[in-house]
């Protein structure tokens, strides 16, 4: 666990939003508190990531109550907190050296949405040649619209997601699997 980073993505107020439509995994921030938890019992690394958006209409805009994390990820004193502003959470931040600064190969990541920040930070995550599990119900994503303006629902945006995702940049686990295997 000590050479396993905790990554948490996004976990950020303005998620909460009703404009964002349906979402999945309600309880996805009550999976990050525990893990979270977890991680810090065991004085593991744990590295928070925050989306400042660069559009001032944004929730996530710094300068909106949104950008704040939120309550159940707040970070510690001591807690390294990496500012983005595109999807990537290696995009601009330093975030790969102070991995390899600190001799960190394994990531776990959690946080928002499945389907932007959380899948394009573990695709590179795995191209830049970290060991990567992303946690399937300590993630979620909201609905869509195809390009034909059909309907996917939330569910079916991070079922898929995450099927596209397994086994090629990451191996997925529940929360529940992570957290047994801590006791091992």
Request: glycine share 6%; hydrophobic share 35%.
């Amino acid at each position: 666990m000590n050479n396993s980073a905790l990554l948490l993505i996004d976990v950020q107020k303005g998620f909460d939003s009703p404009l964002w439509g349906e979402r999945n995994n309600p309880q996805a921030e009550a999976n990050i508190a525990r893990l979270l938890d977890a991680w810090r019992k065991q004085q593991a690394p744990i590295i928070h990531v925050q989306h400042c958006s660069v559009s001032p209409k944004s929730a996530l805009h710094p300068d909106q109550p949104g950008n704040a994390f939120k309550n159940e990820a707040r970070p510690k004193s001591g807690e390294p907190v990496f500012k983005k502003t595109v999807n990537s959470a290696f995009i601009g931040t330093g975030l790969e050296d102070y991995l390899h600064e600190q001799g960190l190969r394994s990531l776990v990541i959690v946080g928002l949405t499945t389907d932007h920040c959380v899948s394009t930070s573990t695709r590179m995550a795995a191209n830049l040649g970290f060991d990567v599990t992303l946690i399937s119900d300590a993630t979620a994503t909201f609905e869509r619209q195809d390009t034909d303006g059909n309907h996917i629902s939330a569910a079916e945006m991070h079922r898929v997601n995450l099927a596209s995702l397994n086994d090629e940049f990451c191996q997925i686990q529940t929360t529940a699997q992570i957290l047994d295997s801590l006791k091992n």
